[in-house]
């Protein structure tokens, strides 16, 4: 599938309400709270949605990348962070090498039925903006 040009409202307005997408705005919404960030939204229909926070100033292309996953059976969530930008002592998260844009990264699966999840994600999305400038 290739890359498609989709609004985030667009993408939003399509999307029936639900856990993922509770968790998504709140992920959004702290992203968007976030003095010198910008997004934008890499769309691949059929596979997944990323938005992909940037920092000013910041020499890597994003900090983050909040994925929703276009799985058949309902959209679910991957936040990924490269290694070096989070702490994981307790090993939640997957240690996934070279899994983001060629580095080594901690991705962190956001559920349901782990309702701690979504404040988890929260902290490392503060996390990771500190150290992205």
């Known amino acids: 599938m290739s890359e498609q040009t989709i609004t985030l409202d667009a993408f939003l307005e399509d999307w029936p ?3 993922a997408r509770q968790a998504f705005m709140q992920f959004r919404a702290a992203i968007d709270a976030m003095d010198g960030v910008h997004c934008e939204l890499n769309a691949r229909p059929g596979v997944s949605y990323s938005l992909r926070p940037r ?3 910041q020499e890597r292309p994003l900090f983050a990348l909040v994925d929703v996953i276009d799985d058949p ?3 679910w969530l991957s936040v990924c962070f490269y290694a070096d930008y989070v702490t994981d002592p307790d090993e939640v998260g997957d240690f996934v090498p070279e899994g983001l844009l060629g580095e ?3 991705c962190f699966d956001v559920d349901e039925d782990e309702p701690g999840s979504v404040a988890l994600v929260l902290e490392k999305l503060a996390e990771a903006r500190s150290k992205a400038s």
């Open 55 to 57: 920092a000013e100033g």
């Open 104 to 106: 080594n990264a901690v």
């Open 73 to 75: 059976s309902g959209r």
């Open 17 to 19: 309400d639900g856990f």
